[in-house]
Structures are given as structure tokens and as C-alpha cells.
């Protein structure tokens, strides 16, 4: 029976993508072809190995049984033809990271900015995604989270200073309502609400202070699922807000927002960017890492 690889990678894509539309644009093909190509695969092999309907694509169970079985192989001749890239003049590759938009514009974007200049033949593609993406799953060559929220089998590299959390408000707002003195008093006062992507519930304001933990289940008007326009709904006076104080820090600095209950927010591990073990990085993926690796300031003594 001939094989045609073609055909196995255009059903990869489509297995992993879910979607017709997006392999095809993926792969730089028509949709039609992509189609085609799938279904004459599993003519050859007798085996329906997907399963189509309106609005989404999934694999049979044969189809999945086959993309556990082969995807791993295409997936390593990927990698090893883009470490041949190294004996090139100039490094070249492509990194995908996933990531959040504050830190793609406040961490990444300005570390990474230079090494893009410098070698043009680099490429990054940046997701953004406020969930706990699987950068497994998802074929993601890295992710950014905060440093207590990565798994135990990831490598973790530190690209930020140690954090914490901020509450916050803008002075307009504290104008109008009394400071919070403790958490619990943030129960009689509008608050700016999370919903987690992941989990799909409102987030629990946690706070620490002395050892006694306390979480508490803040009201407000208004709910947002990205950090960006929880501070810029902050800014607006529309109530307390909780976030890493990053999120922050310029507003704070200029005096356009205030920060209280400092006491009852300890620090965290910062960001970190994280991903699967690799026995042999890319010469591109090493100098991402080590361009976006965390240096603590020097000190200077007088």
C-alpha cells in the first residue's frame, strides 16, 4: 500500500487543531486540498479517523490511538531540522511562547526586542492566553506564569524580581469611600472581580499576614476574565482592584492609584518562563531563555 507522509501530517494538523480552516492556514494549503488529502487517507486505510460535524472536528478513537502513535515522530524531525538551522551563518528558528498581555508588553517584548534586531532570522509567535495553557498539548515551546502556580516537572527560569500582590484603588474612589483598614473590610466596598479562564469561577482575594491566612469573596459591579482592563476599570474609579503589583507599579509611582492593605499581601515568586525538559534546546530556544533570564541590579556602593 503506498504512504504518502503529506497525508499523515495534513490529519496531525487537523487532529490538533480541531479545525479544518485553521490547519489549512497553518500548513499553507487550500482547505479543499486539506480535505481531500485526509479523506484519501483513510480510504487507503479503511479507518474513519476523524470525526466531522458543523461545527468541530475530532479524532475517532482509532484516529487518536494513530496521532499518539506517530505525532511524537513528526514532531521530532521538526526539531531536528530546525537544530540544523545552527550551521547557518546566522541562528534561525521559530519559538512560540504563550503568555499574558501585561507581560508580553512589560517583560518580553522589551528583552526579546534586541535579539530580534540583532538576528533577523529569528522568529517568535506570541499567544496570548490568561488560562493554564498545556504547552504540551498545545505544541507551545514555552509559557509565562507565576512561579508558584508552574508544575513540578517543568523547568522553570525566572524572568522578573519576586512579587506581590497590590490592592488598590484610584484616590477619586478612596475620596468617596474610607480605606480599608482589613481584608474583611473590602466586603463593604465595590471591587473589581477576576473570572478565572481555567476554572471559570470568580477569583478568591487571598491575603497573609502573620501566618493567619484569610480569603475573601469580594462584590462589585463590574468582572473582567484579563488584567488589562481591570486596571484600566481601576483607573476609571470604579472600585478596588487586586493584582501581581506590576500590573501597577506606574500608576502607583505617578499617584493615580493607591495602594493599601500592604501588610496583608506577601511576596510570591515573580514570573517565570517554563517548559517541558529537552535534552537538546534549539541554539534559538537557549538564547530566548537566556535573553529573558532575570538578573538582579547590581548593588553600588558609594
Not at 51 to 76: H, M, W
Not at 127 to 138: A, C, L, M
Not at 191 to 218: D, H, L, P, S
Amino acid at each position: 500500500m503506498k504512504r504518502n507522509l503529506n497525508d499523515l501530517i495534513y490529519f496531525i494538523a487537523v487532529a490538533r487543531e480541531g479545525n479544518f480552516t485553521r490547519a489549512a492556514a497553518m500548513l499553507g494549503v487550500t482547505q479543499s486540498a486539506l480535505s481531500k488529502s485526509v479523506r484519501s487517507l483513510e480510504s487507503r486505510l479503511q479507518i474513519r479517523l476523524l470525526t466531522r460535524t458543523t461545527r468541530s472536528v475530532a479524532p475517532t478513537a482509532e484516529g487518536e490511538k494513530l496521532l499518539k502513535s506517530i505525532g511524537q515522530y513528526f514532531d521530532n524531525i521538526e526539531s531536528e531540522l530546525e537544530n540544523l538551522t545552527e550551521l547557518r551563518d546566522k541562528p534561525a528558528g521559530k519559538v512560540r511562547i504563550t503568555c499574558s498581555d501585561h507581560v508580553l508588553r512589560t517583560i518580553l517584548l522589551p528583552k526579546l526586542s534586541p535579539l530580534m534586531h540583532q538576528y533577523p532570522d529569528i522568529r517568535i509567535e506570541f499567544n496570548i492566553n490568561y488560562g493554564f495553557t498545556d504547552i504540551v498539548t498545545e505544541r507551545f515551546d514555552a509559557g509565562v506564569r507565576l512561579g508558584n502556580t508552574i508544575e513540578k516537572d517543568m523547568i522553570a527560569v525566572p524572568i522578573g524580581p519576586i512579587s506581590h500582590m497590590a490592592v488598590v484603588a484610584s484616590p477619586e474612589y478612596f475620596s468617596k469611600n474610607p480605606l480599608p483598614k482589613t481584608p474583611r473590610d473590602l466586603t463593604h466596598h465595590k471591587c473589581i472581580n477576576q473570572r478565572m479562564v481555567t476554572a471559570g469561577g470568580v477569583y478568591k482575594w487571598e491575603f497573609e499576614n502573620g501566618g493567619k491566612k484569610i480569603n475573601i469573596r469580594v462584590d462589585g459591579q463590574i468582572v473582567f476574565n484579563t488584567s488589562v482592563h481591570i486596571v484600566d476599570a481601576t483607573l476609571a474609579g470604579l472600585g478596588i482592584a487586586r493584582l501581581p503589583v506590576e500590573e501597577f507599579s506606574p500608576y502607583l509611582e505617578e499617584g493615580k492609584l493607591t495602594h493599601v492593605l500592604k501588610d496583608w499581601c506577601p511576596s510570591f515568586p515573580g514570573y517565570y518562563l517554563y517548559y517541558p525538559t529537552r535534552r537538546q534546546p534549539s541554539t534559538v530556544f537557549s538564547m530566548v531563555v537566556d535573553a529573558l533570564r532575570y538578573r538582579a541590579p547590581s548593588l553600588k556602593f558609594n
